[in-house]
Structure formats: structure tokens, C-alpha cells
């Protein structure tokens, strides 16, 4: 059991019947009645999310999720594989299951995949990723850092916002998080 009080971003518990994973939380303490905790939780199953306020100290069940490093290997008819790095075991996702982060997987990349009894349910994505631009506009003489955005499409497919000095060829790091640009690579 945990107690309200405890919660952190990325916590998980059992709530009724399903999996939630803390997104956000707030303690809040009002000059009139007792304090409580106010949590945005994603389902790990159905990806859904909902807004739930619990009073403070309340107890709920922690949920016993397991994260295993895995490799991915590739993508066939909509199944993404991954593979156990130390027992070399090899499961299959669906793009339901992997969510965004099919617009940042690479072959040969390390990402941890989310354990529930047993049972893949996510995937979690290194906080960024270096990916090689394969279409943009091309640059002007005159572009500066601050000069403004333009779209770049990347080697996975993802669309990211970059810098108008960036060229079709550049590798660049996008944040798997937010997708934004982070830098050069």
C-alpha cells in the first residue's frame, strides 16, 4: 500500500482494477478542510487518462511493475519486436502498446519495455533520441539560430520543428517526450 502523500510523477497503483501511472500531482492544503492530493494518472492498459483527488493519507495499492532493458529489433504488419537483452527472448508490441514513440524507434535501440504480471503493457523511450533529417527546405544565407522554424522530417517519419540553418543530412537530438528539437548531434 502507498499513501496518498507519497505520490511522485511515474509512481504506479491499482485502482479500481486497473493499472495508473502518476502523471502529475498536486498536494494541496485549503485554509478550510483537510488537505488533499490532486492527480492526473494514465491507465496503462488503455492509454486513457483521468483527472482523481484523493484525500491526503489516503491508501491505495502500488502496483508491482516490472522495467526490463530491451532492444528493438523491427516492425512487421503493425507488430513492433523487442528483444531481451540478457535472456535474449523476443515479445511483440502493438503500435497501440507503443504509442508515440514508434515516430522516435530505431533498429538496434535500447528502450525498457513496462512489465504487469508478466504482460508487456508500454514501452519507455531513452529521454532523447539522435535522428538523421531526411527532408527540409533548405536554408538561406543569412539563417541564424533565432531566426525562426521551419518542418524537418527525420529518418522514422517524426516531423520536428528545427532551426532554419538545419540541412537535409543533419543529425539532429529531438526529446522523445515532448518531440521537440534539442540540438545538434
Not at 110 to 129: D, F, K, Q
Not at 135 to 141: F, S, V
Amino acid at each position: 500500500m502507498i499513501s496518498s502523500n507519497d505520490f511522485r510523477n511515474g509512481v504506479t497503483i491499482e485502482y479500481d482494477g486497473q493499472v495508473w501511472q502518476v502523471l502529475e500531482f498536486q498536494h494541496v492544503k485549503p485554509g478550510k478542510g483537510s488537505a488533499f492530493v490532486r492527480t492526473k494518472m494514465k491507465n496503462l492498459l488503455t492509454g486513457s487518462t483521468i483527472e482523481r483527488t484523493f484525500n491526503a493519507g489516503e491508501r491505495v495499492a502500488a502496483a508491482k511493475v516490472e522495467r526490463r532493458e530491451m532492444q528493438y529489433l523491427y516492425e512487421s504488419s503493425g507488430e513492433y519486436t523487442f528483444m531481451d537483452t540478457e535472456s535474449f527472448e523476443q515479445i511483440g508490441l502493438s503500435a497501440d502498446q507503443v504509442g508515440d514513440g514508434v515516430k522516435y524507434l530505431k533498429e538496434n535501440m535500447t528502450c525498457y519495455i513496462v512489465l504487469y504480471r508478466e504482460a508487456p503493457i508500454s514501452v519507455e523511450l531513452p529521454n532523447s533520441v539522435e535522428l538523421a533529417v531526411t527532408e527540409t527546405d533548405p536554408g538561406l544565407r543569412g539563417d541564424t539560430a533565432s531566426g525562426g522554424n521551419k518542418p524537418a522530417t527525420t529518418e522514422t517519419g517524426a516531423v520536428v520543428k528545427v532551426p532554419l540553418f538545419i540541412e537535409t543530412g543533419d543529425r539532429i537530438l529531438v526529446d522523445t517526450r515532448t518531440g521537440q528539437y534539442l540540438g545538434r548531434a
